[in-house]
């Protein structure tokens, strides 16, 4: 599941995500990733959902992502707030399995590449294409793949 941020919302309108946000005094990742869940896209979750993490993802923009691995059950009902969320797509596994992904993109201001996912006839870029990518690597296909080797676009740094 990946969401397109509303053009509302004031930090990185219109950007492919995943639900999250700010922990909230004395939440753990875990609970704060459950609460974001619930209040972006309406899914509840228990804390029996929690499968795990992933790594530590530092943006340039200053932020510390904790990616949270729940299960949400075979057909969860979404209900996305329209005030943060203006899509939200269920991606099949097979499409981060697909050739060309993922897509690493040298810039000058970086040794990193930058990391793409295609999705939808555009790119999703890191941190969201770090995240779904280790994802992919680790939870679905087993390997042992770190992501800290991978560049934010530009327009992201801010």
């Known amino acids: 599941m990946i969401t397109r941020r509303s053009p509302r919302t004031p930090a990185h309108p219109g ?4 639900p999250g946000g700010r922990l909230g005094e004395g939440e753990s990742p875990a609970e704060a990733a459950r609460r974001e ?6 899914l509840a979750l228990g804390p029996e959902a929690v499968l795990g993490m992933l790594d ?3 943006t340039r923009s200053g932020h510390l992502i904790t990616p949270v691995v729940m ?3 075979h057909e969860p009902a979404f209900e996305p707030d329209p ?6 797509h269920v991606e099949p596994f097979e499409s981060l399995a697909a050739p060309g992904v993922p897509r690493l993109v040298p810039i000058a201001e970086s040794d990193r590449p930058v990391i793409q996912l295609p999705l939808r006839d555009t790119f999703v870029h890191a ?4 995240v779904l990518y280790q994802f992919a690597e680790v939870v679905v296909f087993g390997r042992d793949t770190r992501v800290d080797g991978f560049e934010e676009p530009v327009f992201a740094w801010r």
């Open 127 to 130: 941190p969201t294409a770090a």
């Open 83 to 88: 005030r943060e969320v203006s899509e939200l």
């Open 37 to 42: 869940l619930h209040e972006e896209v309406g």
């Open 56 to 58: 530590d993802y530092p």
């Open 15 to 18: 950007q492919f995500a995943l």
């Open 71 to 73: 299960w949400g059950g």
